[in-house]
């Protein structure tokens, strides 16, 4: 709300001046000084042009004292509002430094995790380099046995080889010396065909001539020869039987 006006007793107290400027003139002539109506006239528009131009510097300055309350006011809410942010920024830095404070915590804990697990793992780096030099070692000594059996089996093979063909050799020379044997063979049996037909021809010639003697001489010595007559007939065909 703006201020009181105080115009009134401002113009008051430039009347009562007035007045009081022209009491001193007549009591000081001693005679009673009457104002003309000019004079009357001419300080009352000096008043009026006074009163107007206070009114101008009271509007004035209630504008000033306007525009002063607005700055106060705007004053008072920016200082609230600076306290606010103030007092938000101190509760983000609090919570920050919170946050900081527990960021800490973890990181300390991970560059421990981290420490722990750099030394296993150098640990288990030197155990697979130990058990890759094992292996190596091991696998080098297998790869130089391999080598010395494949040596041999290729020998192997080479007297395989050569025995399989020796094999070969001496099996053509077995069909071929068993193709002879059959030939032999059936030579031997042919020829043994041949002289059995042979000897059964002969036996038969001398059986006709034994009995062809045996009749000749069958009337003049029976009695002396017909004991080995017979024991010959049956000698020979005993022959005959063994020779079927």
């Known amino acids: 709300m703006p201020p009181k006006k105080k115009g009134g007793k401002k113009g008051k107290s430039a009347m009562n ?11 000081g002539s001693g005679q009673a000084l009457l104002l003309t109506e000019l004079d ?3 300080y009352l528009i000096q008043i009026r ?42 509760r983000t830095l609090e919570q920050r430094e919170f946050e900081i404070s527990d960021l800490s915590d973890k990181l300390a804990v991970l560059q421990k995790e981290k420490m722990d697990a750099d030394q296993a793992h150098a640990q288990q780096t030197a155990k697979l380099q130990k058990d890759y030099v094992d292996m190596k070692e091991q696998l080098s000594a297998e790869v130089t046995i391999l080598s010395g059996k494949l040596a041999s089996l290729d020998e192997f093979r080479i007297q395989k080889e050569d025995l399989m063909a020796k094999f070969a050799k001496l099996e053509l020379k077995l069909d071929e010396q068993s193709t ?19 000897l059964k021809n002969e036996m038969v010639h001398q059986v006709n001539e034994v009995a062809n003697e045996f009749r000749t001489v069958s009337n003049k010595q029976m009695a002396e020869t017909i004991k080995r007559a017979i024991l010959e007939n049956v000698t020979m065909n005993s022959q005959l039987g063994l020779l079927k």
Do not use: W
């Not at 001046?17 to 009591?27: D, W």
């Not at 510097?57 to 008072?76: F, H, P, R």
């Not at 044997?181 to 042979?198: C, F, H, S, T």
């Open 49 to 90: 042009d006074l009163e107007c131009k206070l009114n101008r510097y009271q509007e004035k300055c209630d504008e000033i004292s306007a525009v002063n309350q607005a700055y106060a006011t705007k004053t008072k809410t920016l200082a609230d509002d600076k306290n606010d942010i103030i007092s938000f920024l101190k």
């Open 17 to 27: 001046e007035v007045e009081g400027s022209a009491r001193p003139v007549a009591s």
């Open 180 to 198: 002879q044997q059959d030939d032999m063979l059936y030579g031997l049996e042919k020829k043994a065909v041949i002289d059995k037909d042979r």
């Open 40 to 42: 009357r006239e001419f």
